[in-house]
């Protein structure tokens, strides 16, 4: 794994902080959906469970947080640029099949994928910002990003926290983390193969 996207480096290198700021880009800045949110919310919560990274209760409170006024940003910037914003080339970051995807999510889901989409990478970032675009209730919008927030940061953290306490897990972090992180992957990969045969189905 490449140490910008290790979450035990990122953690060490940049702190609480630094988590939240990751956090909130992957919510809601386009630029931001290539970062690890699951698993670097995991691996605080195992750090916080051996007293590696500021107490449970902070990281409960300040995570969501983040997570929560990064989608509220996202949303605003789709408001204002509106359609555009998804009109570019694609790059070696930027690709038109992660809009694709999001919009197919979109439309099986409606205001319920500002919810569902904070478990989905990449999803949750393109997501964030077409629901600005397409002006969608900004008082569901909120409703939506609060419980999905919570759940999402406050879930995953309380859960590496509590497996931190198992002692096999303890004792192998390194080793869980990469599985943590290729859990994480899953959805990326349903939501591809889905979209392929989509367009299979189309042709």
């Known amino acids: 794994m490449s140490s910008f996207l290790d979450p035990t480096h990122l953690i060490n290198t940049f702190g609480l902080i630094g988590i939240m700021v ?14 690890p949110g699951d698993s670097l919310l995991f691996t605080a919560g195992l750090l916080a469970a051996g007293g590696l990274i500021a107490p449970l209760w902070v990281l409960l409170l300040l995570l969501p947080a983040a997570a929560i006024a990064g989608n509220l940003v996202g ?8 359609p555009a914003v998804f009109n570019r080339p694609d790059s070696k ?10 919009h197919e999510f979109f439309e099986r889901n409606g205001t319920r994928t500002i919810l569902l989409a904070r478990f989905v990478p990449i999803v949750r970032t393109f997501a964030t910002v077409m629901a600005g675009a397409s002006r969608m209730d900004f008082r569901r919008y909120v409703i939506n990003s609060v419980i999905g927030g919570i759940a999402w ?8 926290f509590w497996l931190g306490q198992i002692a096999v897990v303890r004792d192998h972090v ?7 992180v290729a859990i994480s992957l899953i ?4 939501e591809v193969v ?5 367009g299979q189905h189309a042709a």
């Open 22 to 35: 990751i956090l909130f880009a992957e919510c809601g800045l386009l630029v931001g959906f290539f970062l």
């Open 75 to 82: 949303y605003w910037i789709g408001r204002k640029a509106g």
């Open 93 to 102: 970051l930027f690709k038109a099949e992660y809009v694709e995807r999001s």
């Open 153 to 160: 940061a406050a879930g995953v953290t309380l859960l590496g």
């Open 174 to 180: 390194e080793l869980f983390i990469v599985g943590i």
């Open 187 to 190: 959805p990326v990969v349903v």
């Open 194 to 198: 889905r979209g392929r045969r989509a």
